[in-house]
DNA sequence: CTAGGGTTAG
């Protein structure tokens, strides 16, 4: 389930990635310089393409590239490895792997570059396992890994099943080819042994590891933070101050994500005084970290006092807001922050923003409005409802009662019921004593996740409740039968 | 003249 989500994930952020890079402004000076392209007088030098490439790479500029393209193959530069391998890198980071590939096939002599652009071009795209197929065609070659290929291999085993294995073994051979200095390398290494609850293992290798930078720092530090443990990566950022690096944005975010998740106000205000001594609070990914810290910590007027000063605000930080007053159970308020932002006009909600409203709704109990902020989201935003705001709607209905309608609604939706979904909806059947429905959502449940002890529990207090002594026997023996591990407090009747 | 690290936010 979680590697679903990531996938998806992915796709959006691929999109917003698109959507917010396509034009900016260092491709204008890219396109000027490259105006003897369409037959005026100057012609480009093959240096003046391969810069305007890389730049077409970071704006994601495809429509410039492409035309290099093509002049590269008109003016016979279709061989320069310099041009090519650029290419390859173009490709890849406009999200076109397999154009990506084929420049890479075509080529008659490939170097490091090359290899490591295509590498790092299925990492980006999600492709991890195919990155680390192509690294180890590349070891069978004539061209050796440098740090910038360990780099682009090591970060490719991230979210990637199984890619735990690979990572310990691209280490052994950095350590070998003694890159194991190298910050850039480190940095990846720490990320991805934080990223799959490895954190000895990424404690270890930044002990060892001197003269570091504030990436590295970040690195572990956010694999703290990962990991939860929040106490540890607060410490470590006051000993990285101590060394005098100075932190940068990133390390607030990460810093502020740690005081969230410990919900420690103090610490958190600290921060923020130094996100204002450095000038970070224009930063919008600082200032949402810092909503959500206050937020989360249970000061959510200073939260709207943050919101407030913030001059360039955009739809995350609205939303982040709207979901602090949610989640403090400030409903009314919530929606009247989201009717304010809509007069507005200067920004659209997006699906998102709609959890954050029926979230409210939700904790409210504010049924009709609910629906009704449900319904807009499709005729007056021209926005499908995703499975989140679906369950929202369904919890909505199941928590006023109306489970029949609820579960009419998880077989409408265009997607298949989640474990939340059923999670909730199973809550709400203990709440009304609904034997059929309760039994369903916890055999959903059971097949999803065998081995959690908790719809077995609920399923036999709804069973209690109606006195079917008969069934909770059942359960207890399916549960002793399967061998399911049953946590402190564990019970077979609850006392309410 | 070409390639590489850290939350990419809710």
């Keep these: 389930m979680i ?40 012609k480009p030098t093959k240096y003046v393409l391969c810069t305007a490439l890389t730049s077409c790479a ?10 290099i393209h093509a002049y590269m193959i008109r003016s016979g530069y279709e061989d320069n490895l310099f041009l090519s391998s650029a290419l390859v890198d173009f490709y890849a980071k406009c999200f076109a792997i397999v154009d990506a590939r084929k420049v890479f096939s075509g080529m008659k002599i490939h170097d490091p570059v090359s290899w490591t652009s295509l590498i790092n071009g ?17 070891l069978c070659s004539q061209i050796k890994p440098n740090c910038h290929t360990f780099v682009s291999a090591i970060s490719a085993c991230v979210g990637q099943n199984g890619a735990l294995e690979h990572c310990s073994t691209l280490h052994a051979h950095v350590i070998k080819r003694g890159y194991d200095t190298n910050n850039f390398v480190v940095s990846s290494l720490i990320a991805c042994y934080a990223n799959w609850g490895h954190i000895g293992d990424a404690i270890l290798l930044f002990g060892e590891t001197s003269e570091k930078d504030i990436v590295v720092y970040n690195s572990m530090i956010s694999g703290y933070s990962q990991n939860l443990y929040s106490e540890d990566a607060l410490k470590l950022f006051v000993e990285m101050k101590k060394k005098n690096l100075s932190p940068t944005d990133h390390t607030l975010c990460t810093i502020l994500n740690a005081c969230s998740s410990l919900a420690v106000l103090l610490q958190g205000r600290q921060v923020h005084s130094l996100v204002i001594k450095m000038g970070s609070a224009r930063n919008v990914f600082v200032a949402n970290a810092l909503i959500d810290m206050y937020s989360k910590g249970g000061d959510i007027d200073d939260a709207q006092c943050v919101l407030d000063q913030t001059s360039k605000k955009d739809i995350v930080l609205w939303t982040t807001m709207i979901m602090g007053y949610a989640q403090c159970g400030r409903g009314s308020e919530a929606l009247e922050l989201f009717d304010c932002l809509l007069t507005k006009q200067e920004l659209v909600p997006d699906n998102i923003t709609f959890t954050a409203v ?60 989640n474990y939340v979904i059923w999670s909730s909806f199973l809550s709400s059947c203990k709440i009304y004593g609904d034997v059929e429905l309760g039994r369903e959502a916890a055999e959903q449940l059971i097949k999803m996740d065998p081995c959690n002890a908790a719809p077995y529990l609920t399923l036999a207090h709804i069973y209690a409740r109606k006195g079917l002594w008969n069934e909770v026997a059942e359960m207890r023996r399916l549960v002793h039968q399967r061998r399911i591990r049953k946590s402190a407090g564990w019970s077979w009747v609850e006392v309410d």
């Design 3 to 42: 590697r679903a989500n990531w996938i998806v994930f992915g796709k959006i952020c691929k999109k917003d990635y698109l959507r917010k890079h396509s034009k900016s402004a260092s491709t204008y000076g890219a396109l000027e310089s490259l105006s003897g392209i369409n037959g005026l007088t100057a």
């Design 358 to 417: 029926l979230t409210a709704c939700n904790h409210a109990g504010f049924l009709d409005k609910g629906v009704e902020y449900f319904n807009k989201m499709t005729t007056d935003y021209g926005l499908s409802p995703d499975i989140d705001q679906y369950a929202c709607l369904i919890d909505l209905y199941a928590r006023n009662g109306n489970l029949s309608k609820a579960r009419a609604l998880m077989e409408e939706m265009p997607h298949d019921p």
């Design 58 to 67: 970071k704006t994601l500029n495809w429509h410039l590239g492409i035309h």
């Design 122 to 138: 299925f990492s980006i795209n999600g492709q991890g396992r195919d990155a680390l197929l192509l690294f180890k065609k590349m």
